[in-house]
């Protein structure tokens, strides 16, 4: 049994042609061969293992050669193309830039470069990872990079463009190497397999070209690893196994479970994933190309842009016809988002489910409850409905009648109960004239109608008033400045931070937004903080009370007596208009109850507080008394 080498030292090109995805870039190299026009310096650039330092020693080799064939290749047959295929050629010279990045190290160099070469045209120095070089290297390199003796060319070849000097890359042609396509690196597996008699599937080729993700010597790498695991017989499933990668069905799966808003069995594949040690990260990743792919599928025009063998590209194509347009891009449009913030996740699986789940229901119809989303629908018809009822509440009253008449109009019920209680809301308008008088007077005398239910007290939610009118004349006739007095709210007593009952401008009448029991909480005692120095002992009181939301959105608190009772119900109108602005909820109505026996709680002094929690825990006391503390 002879050695053994890896196949990307075996497999290793010896000449322009034999060069795998860079048929440009080796075009231009063996026409400055064929025509002699050769520069003094070069600079291959590129990602890992796509060919830079094999190109530079099959030119060194070319430019070397003392019969070079008509297309610019060696001849492989003259003693300095044998030299160097026997790796003993003085003209050709490799330094690895990583290791060798002092000044010292380029001064010996550009002492090896005054030798002319005793066999061939030119030397050769092939500086491999130039961009390892220190700054003071490349300062010392300059000078000789740019006018070197004749027999003298310079080969730089890097992966990292951007750390080079520009004064260096000035002095360069400069060479990009792309990255191998999955077509050219399957390809060239093939010729690698058939050479080496190793039985394979192509779609295996495929999972190998993509790991290695455009370097041709990874992949060759890794092809010797599956042909080792697979005992020469290359097959899909042994190669996913043998480099744990996910495989692309998983994906397929995901998506068809998708569009029928499979939840379920979604979450239990992902756990099956997870459960086999693979990163959800990757998996949204992998989604996410797979994605794409589906949607270059859609259009035959694109289709040749999917980078995999026959058979995957036929099955993208048939999952593209049973996908719409809108949920390939609402689903990219999810996954790109979590993979932005997957990173800074502390849920990371969270993350992901969440993501798998929004996805899920993006064909769900909005509808339905198990959407997950508000109804659109029926959130627009309750806005309709709670404008048209708006618009009949404040629809204009038009009364004419002669002298000495009265209108009254009354409103429907707006308010009921189990004991078939029900509060009426009247709102009249009496109008007068007298003929003693010149000028229009108005009285307005609000009113408030309360409905009473054992021990619940429930204000209606209007206000009753009656507005008179008294013209001198006996007629109806009254101005602009009437109407103005009559729109005038009476004034009253305003909680600072709020606005008055009859401030037109209180609140948004267009606002109807749910409100949680938490954000109840904090607004009332947020208002009972903002009250002013001479309601501070019923702003204490009302910190006690905890306010609550028997039926959405109507809010209801306990009071402990009638004279808390009353006290409450003088500033009923503020405290109203502040839950219905810092609420943003314009229906909210507030009722108030008197306390059963077992309702009322006593409010402890401080005293009381520190006696309580020390009889709770003993402890308390103790550390009182060692630190010698006075009860206030």
């Not at 003392?66 to 300095?80: N, V």
């Not at 003993?88 to 330094?95: D, G």
């Not at 890097?158 to 004064?167: G, R, S, Y």
Request: proline content about 4%.
């Amino acid at each position: 049994m002879g050695e053994y080498i890896v196949s990307a030292r075996k497999y290793r090109p010896a000449s322009f042609d034999t060069v795998v995805g860079q048929k440009s870039l080796t075009t231009t190299l063996k026409n400055a061969v064929k025509s002699g026009k050769l520069a003094h310096a070069y600079l291959f650039c590129g990602p890992r293992g796509v060919g830079k330092t094999t190109c530079a020693r099959i030119f060194a080799k070319a430019i070397n050669c003392m019969t070079p064939t008509a297309d610019g290749e060696a001849c492989g047959e003259c003693e300095s193309c044998k030299a160097f295929s026997e790796q003993r050629s003085f003209n050709i010279f490799e330094l690895d830039a990583a290791s060798n990045n002092s000044v010292e190290h380029i001064k010996t160099l550009m002492e090896q470069t005054r030798i002319p070469p005793q066999v061939g045209k030119y030397k050769v120095f092939i500086i491999d990872e130039v961009h390892m070089l220190s700054t003071a290297a490349f300062n010392a390199f300059l000078k000789t990079l740019e006018e070197p003796p004749a027999h003298v060319i310079f080969v730089l070849a890097t992966t990292e463009k951007h750390k080079i000097l520009p004064t260096i890359l000035s002095r360069c042609q400069i060479y990009d190497f792309e990255r191998m396509t999955v077509q050219d690196t399957i390809a060239h597996l093939k010729n690698v397999a058939d050479s080496e008699g190793i039985k394979y599937e192509e779609e295996a080729l495929a999972v190998i070209a993509d790991k290695a993700d455009g370097g041709m010597r990874d992949a060759l790498s890794i092809f010797d690893q599956a042909a080792s695991f697979c005992q020469g017989d290359i097959t899909y499933q042994k190669v996913i196994e043998d480099l744990n990668v996910l495989d692309s069905d998983n994906y397929f799966k995901i998506v068809d479970l998708s569009i029928k808003n499979n939840i379920s069995g979604i979450m239990i594949l992902l756990n099956n994933l997870i459960s086999n040690g693979f990163d959800g990260g990757l998996l949204i990743g992998g989604l996410a190309k797979h994605v794409r792919n589906v949607l270059m599928a859609k259009d035959e025009s694109t289709l040749p842009l999917l980078e995999v063998s026959d058979s995957r590209r036929e099955m993208y194509k048939q999952q593209a016809g049973r996908c719409d347009t809108r949920f390939l891009y609402q689903a990219l449009k999810i996954m790109n988002n979590c993979d932005i913030n997957y990173r800074q996740s502390s849920n990371k699986r969270l993350l992901v489910e969440l993501t798998l789940i929004e996805i899920g229901q993006i064909t769900q119809p909005e509808d339905s409850p198990a959407a997950g989303r508000c109804p659109k629908r029926l959130k627009s018809l309750f806005k309709n409905l709670i404008q048209q009822s708006r618009q009949h509440m404040e629809a204009p009253q038009v009364a004419a009648a002669g002298q000495n008449s009265s209108i009254a109009k009354s409103t429907k019920p707006v308010a009921t109960d189990k004991t078939d209680n029900v509060a009426t809301p009247e709102k009249e308008i009496s109008v007068s004239t007298n003929t003693k008088s010149d000028n229009a007077d108005i009285d307005v005398q609000p009113q408030t109608t309360t409905v009473k239910s054992g021990n619940s007290i429930s204000p209606t939610q209007k206000t009753t008033s009656r507005i008179v009118l008294k013209d001198s004349k006996g007629a109806l006739g009254y101005s602009w400045n009437n109407l103005r007095q009559m729109s005038k709210p009476k004034k009253m007593q305003i909680i600072p931070g709020t606005l008055g009952t009859d401030d037109p401008n209180s609140t948004n009448k267009n606002e109807y937004q749910e409100f949680t029991q938490q954000e109840l909480e904090f607004q009332w005692m947020s208002m009972c903080n903002r009250m002013p120095q001479k309601l501070s002992g019923i702003a204490a009181r009302m910190k006690n009370m905890n306010p609550v939301i028997t039926e959405f959105p109507n809010i209801e608190v306990t009071v402990e007596n009638q004279i808390m009772l009353d006290q409450i119900q003088a500033i009923r109108g503020s405290v109203v208009n502040t839950l219905k602005l810092y609420l943003h909820n314009s229906e909210i109505t507030f009722n108030m109850k008197m306390a059963e026996r077992n309702e009322q709680v006593k409010v402890l002094t401080r005293r009381e507080q520190f006696e309580m929690m020390s009889r709770q825990n003993p402890a308390i006391e103790k550390l009182r008394a060692l630190l010698d503390l006075e009860l206030a």
